[in-house]
């Protein structure tokens, strides 16, 4: 007998920045998110905040959590309400203290993310989304001074993306979908120039543009170019050159010495110094990271260290890095599928010195029963290579015959599931392979990590070739002697849940039980419920409420929830912005209004996820009895 309370004692450990000799991180040691630091060596972990404030979790913030600016000694951190995810930037003494709106409050009222941060300068970027209009707001801030300069503002906003050392040069980009991006360039005192593709308002109707999967912008020493990612040259992106004192010049840019192989994508790259780089790939859902210095007289990157991908930090996933300039420092969150969330600081000239700077574990549990899971990718309906993982009870568990399946279905949907304890999947998945049940989680079509043209596939097809792949994965696992899918249950959270509904209702004859976690029930009235700032975009990548009604509504799981056979348990956070309790709530209602069996479990202080420990331990415990009582393990 195995239990949860083991899984959950190993505490995060993310977002770590090394500032002279402190390590400063977010965990949840007190049983919910906060900003701590300890001197680097060791000392107990000394708390930033109060304790009644809960940080966010980093992924879903979309951009900084905090940043660190020594010389001014302040600490600036976003703050929103038990997961409503109405960022504030606030500050707070670097030694901690009660934090304060930064700017005298000026962001009050919106949702604001923090971009890049310039710790030498003080100089931060902040994206403020109204909360009553389509308007977002990008802004240059002096932490010195209290200034902020208007960058841009748009319905589709605009994300700083690399700026001169000066900061009188900043690279904006403006995403309207997955991939489809525009590249400005403000200047101070100038109009915003184009620098790379088409905005959407010059666009004809139906109009194909180029996609360029822009991120990760830098600009050369000279300034007078950026590097940057894009999947124009090659859909699991590469490198490139844009010179900005032309439009439309993108020049390819070439990588020697890696050494991964396998199916994967390039994911960032950062400029640590001069013409020193990182470069950050994820290979089938494991990091690889090195350093790597860039000619650009050769237009090339050369190699000079694998920073992550082999020995202690292989086969995992990095949550996170930070360079520290000064100390010419890596620090870094690492995790594995078996593995909890470590921190670790690269140092060393040569790179050789990797020190590790916690010991969490799950406590009395050995790590070989946990699982590590096995490939299981498979070929879809159409010829599509689709990416899989099977999580099996470890043998010493002893359980003998095929095992009950759950198959777990990942957000987004370009969201991609990954070798990754610090993600809320990862102690479901060892949970539930402890009780015996083997665990399916494919990564299909519209997942990012295999490509541009791979995760296109789920925009405006919502519950569409994505679910048919779902369909084909329990056609293949019929075959494994391993699984029973005759006893087979599904679970997702978000969009995973939103498949949830729409298998469970679509295709009632695969599943004996399905646990939805705040998934859209109703795709119009989920689409009436999201943020304003939210709208533009879902209006293209899903559908528009109003023009795309039909269609809504036959891809809504409310469509075709009555035919519904399994038992259903739905589980929904009270200040969830995105899948607003309504949407559960409305669900529950109906369900229970023709006569089905569901059980709704509602946390009052969680929003889009559950980080309290409390709610987790209630969360992963009820999901694990409800596949208990549903399959029969
Ligand atoms: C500018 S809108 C981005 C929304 C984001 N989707 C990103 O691809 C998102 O929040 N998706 C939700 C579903 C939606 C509200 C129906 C979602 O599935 N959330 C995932 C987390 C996640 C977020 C971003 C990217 C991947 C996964 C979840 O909570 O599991």
Same mark, same amino acid.
């Given at each position: 007998?195995?239990?949860?309370?083991?899984?959950?004692?190993?505490? *995060?450990?993310?977002?770590?920045?090394?500032?002279?000799?402190?390590?400063?991180?977010?965990?949840?040691?007190?049983?919910?998110?906060?900003?701590?630091?300890?001197?680097?060596?060791?000392?107990?972990?000394?708390?930033?905040?109060?304790?009644?404030?809960?940080?966010?979790? /980093?992924?879903?913030?979309?951009?900084?959590?905090?940043?660190? &600016?020594?010389?001014?000694?302040?600490?600036?951190?976003?703050?929103?309400?038990?997961?409503?995810?109405?960022?504030?930037?606030?500050?707070?003494?670097?030694?901690?203290?009660?934090?304060?709106?930064? &700017?005298?409050?000026?962001?009050?009222?919106?949702?604001?993310?923090?971009?890049?941060?310039?710790?030498?300068?003080?100089?931060?970027?902040?994206?403020?989304?109204?909360?009553?209009?389509?308007?977002?707001?990008?802004?240059?801030?002096?932490?010195?001074?209290?200034?902020?300069?208007?960058?841009?503002?748009?319905?589709?906003?605009?994300?700083?993306?690399?700026?001169?050392?000066?900061?009188?040069?900043?690279?904006?980009?403006?995403?309207?979908?997955?991939?489809?991006?525009?590249?400005?360039?403000?200047?101070?005192?100038?109009?915003?120039?184009?620098?790379?593709?088409?905005?959407?308002?010059?666009?004809?109707?139906? #109009?194909?543009?180029?996609?360029?999967?822009?991120?990760?912008?830098?600009?050369?020493?000279?300034?007078?170019?950026?590097?940057?990612?894009?999947?124009?040259?090659?859909?699991?992106?590469?490198?490139?050159?844009?010179?900005?004192?032309?439009?439309?010049?993108?020049? /390819?840019?070439?990588?020697?010495?890696?050494?991964?192989?396998?199916?994967?994508?390039?994911?960032?790259?950062?400029?640590?110094?001069?013409?020193?780089?990182?470069?950050?790939?994820?290979?089938?859902?494991?990091?690889?990271?090195?350093?790597? #210095? %860039?000619?650009?007289? @050769?237009?090339? &990157?050369?190699?000079?260290?694998?920073?992550?991908?082999?020995?202690?930090?292989?086969?995992?996933?990095?949550?996170?890095? %930070?360079?520290?300039?000064?100390?010419? @420092?890596?620090?870094?969150?690492?995790?594995?599928?078996?593995?909890?969330?470590?921190?670790?600081?690269?140092?060393?000239?040569?790179?050789?010195?990797?020190?590790?700077?916690?010991?969490?574990?799950?406590?009395?549990?050995?790590?070989?029963?946990?699982?590590?899971?096995?490939?299981?990718? %498979?070929?879809?309906?159409?010829?599509?290579?689709?990416?899989?993982?099977?999580?099996?009870?470890?043998?010493?568990?002893?359980?003998?015959?095929?095992?009950?399946?759950?198959?777990?279905?990942?957000?987004?949907?370009?969201?991609?599931?990954?070798?990754?304890?610090?993600?809320?999947?990862? /102690?479901?998945?060892?949970?539930?392979?402890?009780?015996?049940?083997?665990?399916?989680?494919?990564?299909?079509?519209?997942?990012?990590?295999?490509?541009?043209?791979?995760?296109?596939?789920?925009?405006?097809?919502?519950?569409?070739?994505?679910?048919?792949?779902?369909?084909?994965?329990?056609?293949? *696992?019929?075959?494994?002697?391993?699984?029973?899918?005759?006893?087979?249950?599904?679970?997702?959270?978000?969009?995973?849940?939103?498949?949830?509904?729409?298998?469970?209702?679509?295709?009632?004859?695969?599943?004996?039980?399905?646990?939805?976690?705040?998934? /859209?029930?109703?795709?119009?009235?989920?689409? #009436?419920?999201?943020?304003?700032?939210?709208?533009? %975009?879902?209006?293209?990548?899903?559908?528009?409420?109003?023009?795309?009604?039909?269609?809504?509504?036959?891809?809504?799981?409310?469509?075709?929830?009555?035919?519904?056979?399994?038992?259903?348990?739905?589980?929904?956070?009270?200040?969830?912005?995105?899948?607003? #309790?309504?949407?559960?709530?409305?669900?529950?209602?109906?369900?229970?209004?023709?006569?089905?069996?569901?059980?709704?479990?509602?946390?009052?202080?969680?929003?889009?996820?559950?980080?309290?420990?409390?709610?987790?331990?209630?969360?992963?415990?009820?999901?694990?009895?409800?596949?208990?009582?549903?399959?029969?393990?």
């Amino acid at each position: 007998m195995y239990r949860i309370e083991s899984l959950l004692s190993a505490r *995060l450990f993310i977002s770590p920045k090394l500032v002279g000799n402190r390590i400063f991180f977010i965990s949840n040691l007190s049983g919910h998110l906060s900003l701590y630091a300890m001197d680097h060596g060791g000392s107990v972990p000394e708390p930033l905040l109060p304790p009644q404030i809960a940080l966010q979790n /980093p992924h879903l913030i979309g951009g900084e959590p905090y940043f660190v &600016f020594p010389d001014s000694g302040k600490i600036l951190v976003m703050i929103d309400r038990d997961g409503d995810e109405n960022y504030q930037p606030m500050i707070i003494p670097l030694d901690g203290g009660f934090p304060e709106p930064a &700017f005298e409050g000026f962001f009050e009222g919106t949702r604001v993310h923090l971009g890049e941060c310039d710790a030498e300068n003080k100089i931060v970027y902040l994206i403020a989304e109204s909360r009553a209009s389509e308007a977002i707001t990008t802004y240059q801030g002096n932490l010195s001074t209290g200034e902020l300069v208007k960058l841009a503002e748009t319905p589709w906003g605009t994300y700083p993306n690399g700026h001169t050392a000066d900061h009188r040069r900043v690279l904006l980009m403006e995403g309207y979908t997955f991939g489809d991006s525009v590249l400005f360039l403000w200047e101070r005192g100038k109009t915003n120039r184009v620098l790379m593709g088409k905005p959407i308002l010059d666009r004809a109707e139906g #109009e194909q543009v180029p996609l360029y999967g822009f991120s990760s912008m830098n600009f050369t020493s000279d300034e007078k170019s950026a590097l940057c990612l894009t999947s124009f040259f090659k859909d699991t992106y590469s490198p490139a050159e844009l010179d900005l004192n032309a439009t439309q010049d993108l020049h /390819p840019v070439e990588v020697n010495g890696l050494k991964h192989s396998g199916v994967g994508e390039m994911t960032g790259i950062y400029g640590l110094e001069g013409a020193r780089f990182a470069l950050d790939y994820n290979i089938d859902g494991v990091s690889w990271l090195y350093e790597a #210095e %860039y000619d650009a007289e @050769r237009k090339e &990157f050369d190699v000079k260290h694998v920073l992550v991908g082999e020995g202690t930090l292989a086969n995992g996933m990095l949550e996170s890095f %930070y360079y520290d300039k000064p100390g010419d @420092r890596f620090i870094l969150s690492f995790s594995s599928a078996t593995s909890p969330t470590q921190i670790y600081s690269i140092e060393g000239q040569e790179r050789n010195l990797i020190i590790r700077h916690t010991r969490e574990k799950v406590l009395g549990i050995p790590q070989d029963l946990l699982s590590d899971g096995e490939d299981a990718s %498979y070929t879809s309906y159409d010829g599509t290579r689709i990416s899989a993982r099977l999580y099996l009870p470890a043998k010493e568990l002893g359980f003998t015959g095929s095992r009950p399946l759950v198959y777990y279905v990942h957000g987004g949907p370009q969201g991609q599931e990954r070798p990754d304890f610090a993600w809320f999947s990862m /102690p479901l998945i060892q949970y539930l392979t402890l009780n015996g049940f083997a665990v399916f989680v494919p990564n299909v079509r519209g997942s990012t990590g295999y490509g541009m043209r791979y995760t296109k596939q789920v925009d405006h097809d919502w519950g569409g070739y994505d679910r048919l792949d779902h369909v084909e994965a329990m056609k293949i *696992l019929e075959k494994d002697k391993r699984v029973d899918v005759h006893r087979a249950g599904v679970v997702g959270r978000s969009y995973g849940g939103y498949m949830t509904l729409t298998l469970a209702a679509r295709h009632p004859e695969l599943w004996k039980g399905a646990v939805d976690m705040f998934g /859209p029930f109703d795709l119009i009235t989920f689409s #009436e419920r999201i943020p304003e700032t939210w709208k533009p %975009y879902f209006r293209i990548a899903l559908g528009d409420p109003v023009t795309d009604a039909d269609f809504l509504k036959e891809r809504s799981p409310r469509t075709h929830i009555e035919q519904i056979t399994c038992p259903l348990l739905v589980i929904q956070g009270k200040n969830d912005p995105r899948v607003v #309790e309504r949407e559960s709530h409305d669900l529950v209602e109906y369900l229970r209004s023709i006569g089905k069996q569901v059980d709704y479990l509602m946390f009052e202080n969680e929003g889009h996820d559950v980080l309290k420990y409390e709610n987790r331990v209630r969360c992963y415990t009820e999901i694990t009895e409800f596949f208990k009582k549903t399959l029969q393990p």
